[in-house]
């Protein structure tokens, strides 16, 4: 669709200004600089995800204050993609009183304070970007985790309508509950403005794209190496415990049981004549390459037969799109996340 125009193959940016740990200034100003445009650009990308934390940029105990230090870099990430003609989506990845993996510490919803000084920083971003076209797009909370999606449905039409009045024209993107789950678009109120852009998040099958994932205790535990497409029956013992849905005996996991994964997808389209954007999609590096390459091209197979948009997690970190000394681990897998 012609939403997505521009936007239909890219790369997240992540664990730069995002999930960074305790590092610091070195990190944020080596671990992304201007030849990693150069190079995305010569690969075909057409846009980056840029996930930022709000505590670059504001401290917690001086709100509403926004630091030129932090800032920098989402102006240098505009500026570089822009003379490489990528565009940019700006990912509010961990929000005053809102980070995914919070659980009962986020009040973004019940807390005045933390709604406040989210809206205002998305005022912030309005008046300070209002001079750029549709190369930017705001993307205004990665991954809601809660009880239900009726707040969040509330605040980001507030937040959208904040937005509109200083910038009227920016496409604003939104997503649904349970970590972007492609099975809570259903629950997304689903307003006619044209400027606001739905957005999920894909990692099925979760045992082939996280396989033996530090920081998921039963993957730890699972040493068994998981290919791409493989049968039910050979990780049976993984899915003991139960297995999600068009899981089971004698099921093979391969590109039609991704079809499955993406029909509320491709339901929501159909339904609400609406673009997609798949702002998260990607295979852990502990995957082996040839196994990795066959899931990018399924994933991308069916993305541009539902005209869905997608960025890969991530240009560093994750996954093998790049090692870890930034240089490209295989040729196929580019080929694969940039193909329109």
């Not at 606001?196 to 998040?201: A, G, L, Q």
């Not at 082996?288 to 948009?309: H, K, P």
Request: aromatic content about 16%.
């Amino acid at each position: 669709m012609d939403t997505m125009k521009g936007y239909m193959a890219g790369c997240n940016l992540g664990h730069w200004i995002s999930q960074y740990g305790s590092k610091g200034a070195e990190h944020w100003d080596s671990y992304i600089t201007e030849p990693d445009f150069t190079r995305m650009a010569q690969w075909g990308a057409d846009h980056v995800r840029l996930p930022v934390d709000y505590f670059i940029f504001e401290k917690d105990e001086n709100p509403g204050v926004y630091l030129e230090s932090g800032l920098q870099y989402i102006d240098n990430t505009i500026r570089w993609a822009k003379k490489y003609g990528i565009n940019v989506i700006l990912d509010l990845h961990h929000a005053p009183g809102f980070f995914f993996g919070n659980g009962a510490r986020n009040d973004l919803f019940t807390n005045p304070e933390s709604k406040d000084r989210y809206i205002r920083i998305w005022e912030n971003f309005a008046h300070r970007y209002t001079g750029e076209g549709d190369s930017l797009r705001f993307e205004l909370l990665n991954e809601l985790v809660w009880d239900n999606s009726d707040p969040w449905n509330a605040l980001w039409q507030e937040t959208a309508a904040a937005i509109h009045a200083i910038t009227p024209d920016r496409k604003v993107i939104v997503g649904g509950n349970k970590w972007n789950s492609v099975y809570e678009l259903k629950n997304l109120y689903v307003t006619d403005n044209p400027n606001i852009v739905y957005t999920f998040h894909m990692y099925e099958p979760f045992l082939f794209s996280h396989q033996r994932a530090s920081w998921i205790p039963n993957h730890v535990s699972y040493k068994k190496p998981v290919t791409y497409p493989y049968l039910y029956d050979d990780h049976a013992e993984y899915y003991s415990g139960g297995a999600p849905a068009h899981m089971g005996p004698g099921v093979m996991v391969d590109k039609e049981y991704l079809r499955h994964v993406f029909a509320p997808a491709a339901e929501f389209i159909r339904k609400n004549n609406r673009p997609l954007y798949l702002g998260e999609y990607g295979a852990i590096a502990n995957a082996d390459d040839d196994s990795a390459v066959r899931w990018y091209n399924d994933v991308a197979d069916l993305c541009l037969e539902y005209g869905i948009g997608r960025a890969v997690w991530s240009y560093r970190g994750f996954s093998k799109i790049t090692d870890a000394e930034n240089q490209v681990h295989d040729i196929r897998m580019v080929e694969a996340i940039t193909r329109k």
